[in-house]
């Protein structure tokens, strides 16, 4: 009885569907491909009406300049530095300080909130001291000041919800491990960590999309060597008028990562944030 | 192999005492069962013995070796887990060898035991599948391989049977009997299930608020309940405990209860006061010839409610206005209302201080 009213009501209303599908598509990809476009107009084209879907003469230069004369490869590559090296160390640390507290009580019923709660504070709050603790200590504009930076930005996060991703593991099979013959550790690395990786992952891209976003702190932080990518974005928007292609240049090449790590991901993604819901 | 031996062993949590100073011998190829209500300190226990939780007070020897200080790896247990606790990320092969990679054991040595403890729960054919394409059962017998493939010391089971279904259930027990039959090894076994206790145990050591209230063989504890919290948790039915009064006749000691005089073949110790009269079913039975058997007294019964069970039927009637169930003969009996002569073995009745509820 169920099955057929389902498969019914699943195929009911194709019209409808497709509408709603099609303007969603719309929506989203109209943006992204007006993006495209502009980054590869002539400059007259970029504001011309009718607009130019389909420019005649499809042009590089913007990424040429994007990357080179505005310096974004250097951006891009300090992004990449900065963004990868405090992910791992974010997912390295968070896994372990939220296998602390899932399986240990560590620092009682407070400190899992307590570092949740690092992130209810305004940045702008912090990034003045922040400054000036930098300069003083030589990490003003270096990749390692950026780098710790972020990743003391992206651990609450990563911890918060790697800690949710334990806490719901039962203890039982690190338990039989623990008599099964492995230490602590071979418990935690061997039964542990691959229960937990759809909750590492999930928790990784998070914190990679943080900091491949950010620009509060990197613009405070950076100025001409450590500087990230979204920093560079500045100097297409200037008294003179706006570098809509190279804007949009670079904004096309910044999209790369954050789409291969999502295609990459996908298939975690899907159940780390889903968190218990789905149980062996 | 090896004895386990627990001496004034406690297990506090902040104030909450689960375990309170026991004192336990468990002689090598034992099969010794813990049982008792939830929250007792059964699990507990066990896993202190594990290793799993450290003891706050006293200690534990395993084989003569005091393993208080030692890590569950190096106690040489193996344990099973109510809820099988398989590796989901492992094949079966992988999980029941787990234990043995874990301990460097050279890879043909696994493959080799790893074979044997499958071919011995008839599970070879399962070894390349994942723990979530086995049904209940067979996670379980997936679990046991696991402890049986390292020959451990002592095996430790914490409810493995509860979650599986009543027909499995019974399966898995004879299987889990003819198991310590075969490798002969200790073996402590947690259940709150008053059946699995009776039916595997050489042992059963009663627990209540972290205290032992009775051990000794199941039929010890079935006779012999020190108390009537041990006689109200073996057995099934459970056993009719009703208030009265301990006197002493002309023709011997009695039991009164209400205008009910049921007299007792032995005098216990002591002065007339008030009891408890423990009655199990099979004590009660339909009257038969002119006069009781010796031991027992014959008492007039109206049959109040009949539940057959196929072989047998529980017939509940009032005794001094106290309901007591005889198990009957299953065509002893036909209809509620149902007058017949009862005959009571008060031989083999318990009785208990109706104060301190311990047997007299």
Not at chain 1, 136 to 146: I, P, S, V
Request: contains cysteine.
């Amino acid at each position: 009885m169920a099955a057929p009213a389902r498969r019914r009501r699943r195929r009911a209303p194709p019209f409808a569907r497709i509408l709603l599908l099609g303007f969603f598509l719309v929506f989203v990809f109209v943006p992204l491909y007006w993006m495209f476009n502009t980054s590869i107009k002539p400059s007259d084209d970029y504001l011309a009406i009718p607009p130019v879907w389909f420019p005649d003469a499809p042009t590089l230069v913007h990424y040429q300049a994007a990357l080179f004369t505005y310096r974004g490869l250097e951006g891009l590559i300090n992004s990449l530095i900065i963004s990868l090296s405090a992910t791992v160390l974010s997912a390295l640390l968070g896994t372990l300080m939220a296998y602390s507290l899932a399986r240990f009580n560590t620092g009682g019923q407070h400190l899992s909130f307590w570092v949740l709660s690092q992130r209810f504070l305004p940045p702008i709050g912090i990034v003045l001291p922040v400054f000036l603790i930098y300069r003083n200590l030589g990490l003003y504009d270096t990749h390692l000041g950026m780098i710790f930076a972020y990743t003391v930005f992206t651990l609450p996060v990563s911890v918060w919800m790697m800690f949710a991703y334990f806490r719901q593991m039962p203890r039982s099979m690190e338990e039989a491990a623990l008599v099964d013959g492995c230490t602590r550790w071979q418990a935690f690395l061997r039964v542990a960590v691959p229960l937990a990786a759809p909750g590492i992952v999930a928790a990784a891209v998070f914190a990679f999309i943080a900091c491949w976003t950010e620009f509060f702190f990197a613009l405070i932080l950076t100025s001409q060597n450590a500087f990230t990518l979204p920093t560079v974005f500045r100097a297409f928007i200037g008294f003179q008028g706006a570098q809509y292609g190279e804007a949009a240049a670079l904004a096309m090449v910044s999209l790369v990562p954050s789409i291969a790590l999502g295609v990459l991901a996908q298939r975690h993604l899907v159940r780390g944030l889903t968190l218990g819901a789905v149980r062996g | 192999m090896a004895q386990v031996r627990i001496a004034g062993l406690s297990k506090h949590y902040g104030s909450f005492e689960a375990v309170r100073g026991i004192d336990l011998d468990i002689p090598d190829g034992e099969f010794t069962v813990l049982v008792g209500p939830s929250g007792c300190g059964k699990s507990t226990l066990l896993r202190t013995i594990a290793g799993l939780e450290e003891a706050s007070d006293g200690t534990i020897e395993i084989g003569g070796e005091i393993v208080n200080d030692l890590r569950p790896r190096d106690r040489d247990v193996a344990m099973v887990f109510q809820d099988y606790a398989l590796y989901p990320h492992m094949t079966v092969a992988r999980n029941i060898g787990f234990g043995l990679r874990a301990r460097k054991m050279p890879r043909a040595e696994v493959a080799a035991r790893v074979d044997e403890a499958a071919r011995m729960l008839g599970i070879t054919r399962l070894l390349d599948r994942y723990p979530r394409q086995l049904s209940g059962g067979q996670r379980q017998r997936v679990a046991i391989g696991r402890a049986i493939v390292r020959s451990p010391r002592v095996f430790l089971f914490d409810e493995p049977l509860s979650n599986l279904d009543a027909q499995l259930r019974d399966e898995m027990r004879s299987e889990i009997k003819r198991l310590h039959q075969e490798i002969a090894t200790t073996m402590i076994y947690v259940t709150h299930d008053q059946i699995e206790a009776m039916t595997l145990a050489d042992r059963i050591v009663l627990m209540r608020d972290g205290l032992i209230e009775q051990q000794g063989s199941p039929l010890e504890l079935f006779e012999r309940p020190v108390s009537t919290f041990v006689a109200g948790f073996l057995g099934s039915p459970r056993m009719s405990i009703m208030p009265g009064t301990l006197a002493r006749t002309g023709a011997g000691p009695v039991i009164r209860l209400g205008e009910t005089l049921l007299p007792l073949p032995r005098a216990p110790a002591g002065d007339e006061r008030p009891v408890l009269l423990g009655l199990r079913p099979e004590h009660l039975t339909r009257a038969q010839g002119p006069a009781p058997a010796e031991g027992s007294c014959r008492v007039e019964a109206v049959i109040e409610l009949i539940q057959p069970t196929g072989s047998r039927s529980y017939a509940t009637f009032r005794l001094a206005g106290e309901p007591v169930m005889a198990e009957l003969q299953a065509h002893d009996v036909s209809r509620p209302g149902e007058r017949m002569e009862i005959d009571v073995n008060m031989a083999r009745a318990s009785i208990f201080d109706a104060g301190t509820e311990r047997a007299i």
